[in-house]
């Protein structure tokens, strides 16, 4: 008989958010969270807006910066990129992916711009940049997709569509802006919007058995 393939399992933890989930925790408008798959190197995606408090959060939360593989940068808005600066100043040594609207930054090991939809490591992908301004993570595991997003500017269907490349979406979490089309998600099985988010009580509303509060300090596991 042969090995059993290990599950593929994710992590992923809010370390900045518009609200704390943890007291001890700062919140601010912007978004970063840590996302980490077994065997795989950790992946900050985006980096909040201020550097100072991306970097207080991380110490409260027991991350510690040169843990950080890569990074992940979803667009190129200021609540998103305005602790790059910071994090690099402290981790050289990583490799970042920016949209090819991002200009790229200085002090990484290596950048990689991204258009197309992209093949990163054996489970994590990117959804390709969308309307010219936006890419999202997408990691594969047993249950399904779990989709990263920044802020949905090109729209959460059209994120999840280009996400549907690599398979079926299970879990979507990240900002949604004034995404309001609730259908879209009626079938996933977690949903936890973030940051700008402007419906997250009617989200709550319609699917309490799926729907899971963000905040900094939030860890979600799937």
Not at 13 to 26: G, M
Request: aromatic letters at 8%.
């Amino acid at each position: 008989m042969g090995r059993r393939k290990e599950k593929v399992k994710i992590e992923v933890t809010i370390i900045y958010d518009n609200k704390a989930y943890r007291k001890d925790l700062e919140a601010d408008w912007g978004f970063s969270c840590l996302v980490e798959v077994k065997n795989t190197p950790r992946v900050l995606f985006d980096t909040g807006a201020k550097g100072g408090m991306l970097l207080r959060n991380m110490k409260k939360l027991h991350i510690e910066l040169g843990s950080i593989d890569e990074v992940f940068i979803s667009h190129a808005h200021f609540d998103h990129t305005g602790g790059l600066s910071h994090f690099l100043k402290a981790n050289k040594d990583v490799k970042v992916y920016v949209p090819t609207s991002f200009h790229k930054p200085l002090g990484a090991k290596e950048v990689i711009s991204v258009k197309e939809p992209l093949l990163i490591h054996g489970n994590i992908f990117s959804t390709g940049e969308l309307s010219r301004i936006e890419q999202s993570l997408v990691v594969k595991t047993e249950k399904g997709l779990v989709v990263v997003a920044g802020c949905s500017h090109p729209g959460v269907g059209p994120i999840l569509e280009a996400a549907s490349q690599f398979g079926k979406v299970y879990a979507l979490i990240g900002g949604l802006h004034g995404f309001r089309e609730f259908d879209r998600v009626r079938d996933l099985g977690l949903i936890c919007p973030t940051h700008c988010s402007q419906y997250k009580s009617a989200i709550k509303s319609l699917y309490p058995e799926k729907f899971i509060e963000g905040g900094a300090g939030r860890i979600i596991e799937i």
